[in-house]
């Protein structure tokens, strides 16, 4: 009888789509407490430069503002963040999510994450996580709450003992710390809400924040007439 994983945990198979990673250097953070604000918000961001928009479910709003965004907005690559448990990730995929982010993650939503046939991230903070996720497979992860554990420094430090484990780091990063994370060569991507204030949001304000997403755009590569990720189809593959 073959031997149990050292870990103790099921091995599972990771799903054959591409990287969040992959989609954008900067993907938005968005909190949304009234879902009718999603759509006009995620076209400013569209507009900006950035196409891949993480809406998390922290509020009751979260699904059904994935669910609009991906009725009404379909030059955006649309994800759902916050996801805790299996039915939040059943929840996320019947709303439309081409993308899943955790905070953290457990045994049981993994698997759940792995079997959705989406690009997941699931995340991590520190190094023996990480190594958690590897042995499952899975070398792309969220790293979170970045500046809090460690930032930059910690990032940099994991890069030769960890060299398959590529992050997009998220939780306190500004404009001013971005370029420094994508500079990393295990970070290909951040994320975060600074391009979304929560003042603007209420407002309306979209101008505002399309002035914002096109500055985070900038700074990452992506504004529109560089190089850009390809979409995603309804299964999480890229169109060709």
């Known amino acids: 009888m073959p031997d149990a994983p050292a870990s103790g945990l099921a091995t599972s198979s990771v799903p054959a789509a591409p990287s969040v990673l992959d989609l954008a250097p900067v993907v938005p953070v968005v909190t949304l407490y009234d879902a009718d604000d999603a759509v006009p918000l995620v076209r400013a ?3 900006g430069g950035l196409p891949a928009v993480e809406i998390t479910l922290r509020t009751p709003a979260g699904l059904d503002a994935v669910r609009a965004v991906t009725r009404d907005v379909p030059d955006a ?3 759902a963040g916050t996801v805790l448990t299996p039915r939040q990730v059943s929840g996320a995929l019947d709303a439309g999510a081409r993308f899943l982010v955790s905070p953290g993650c457990t045994d049981g939503l993994l698997t759940a994450m792995l079997g959705s046939g989406v690009p997941v991230l699931p995340g991590v903070a520190t190094a023996s996580e990480a190594m958690a996720l590897l042995e499952r497979g899975v070398g792309d992860m969220k790293f979170f709450p970045a500046e809090a554990a460690g930032g930059v420094r910690y990032l940099r430090s994991l890069a030769a003992p960890l060299p398959s484990a590529r ?3 998220t ?3 500004d404009a001013a710390r971005a370029a420094d994370y994508l500079a990393l060569p295990n970070v290909p991507c951040v994320g975060g809400s ?3 204030p929560a003042d603007a949001v209420r407002a309306g304000d979209w101008g505002r924040i399309e002035r914002l997403a096109r500055a985070a755009a900038a700074a990452g590569g992506t504004l529109p007439g560089a ?3 390809g979409p995603v189809n309804s299964a999480g593959a890229p169109c060709r």
């Open 194 to 196: 600074w391009m979304v």
């Open 45 to 47: 961001l569209v507009a």
């Open 171 to 173: 939780g306190g990063i």
């Open 77 to 79: 690559i649309v994800g």
């Open 227 to 229: 190089p850009e990720p």
């Open 167 to 169: 992050f997009c780091a």
